[in-house]
């Protein structure tokens, strides 16, 4: 299993930004396909975006303009910057990684959009 932690949450009003970051503790993360997860109160766990190993990129369509992943191999970190946030964005964010059968998830960051 690969150790996550992310950082970066915070409480910000409409229209602000954030930046989330996930280093991972392993040799590497070049082998593995990253992702930030997203949960809302009373709401399932849900793909924001993610970056595979190839650095080909997906995002959920709610986020597509607003949101872009990104990683450093060097750093074993993925980031994911959120500009124009709404308060639907509130949510604990989850980085996740994955390779073949190894999956593993971080403790989470909480954003919290309000004014």
């Known amino acids: 299993q690969v150790q996550l932690v992310e950082s970066g949450g915070d409480l910000v009003q409409p229209g602000g930004s954030l930046r989330l970051s996930c280093v991972a503790s392993?040799?590497?993360?070049?082998?593995?396909?990253m992702a930030w997860y997203r949960q809302a109160p009373g709401k399932q766990r849900e793909l924001v975006a993610r970056?595979?190993?190839?650095?080909?990129?997906y995002y959920a369509d709610v986020v597509k303009g607003r949101f872009t992943i990104s990683r450093d191999n060097a750093k074993n970190t993925v980031y994911l910057q959120m500009n124009a946030l709404q308060p639907e964005d509130t949510a604990i964010y989850y980085c996740?990684?994955?390779?073949?059968?190894?999956?593993?998830w971080g403790q989470g960051t909480q954003v919290t959009v309000s004014s």
């Open positions: 996740n990684a994955r390779f073949m059968d190894n999956n593993s």
């Open positions: 392993v040799r590497s993360i070049a082998i593995y396909d």
């Open positions: 970056i595979d190993r190839g650095s080909r990129i």
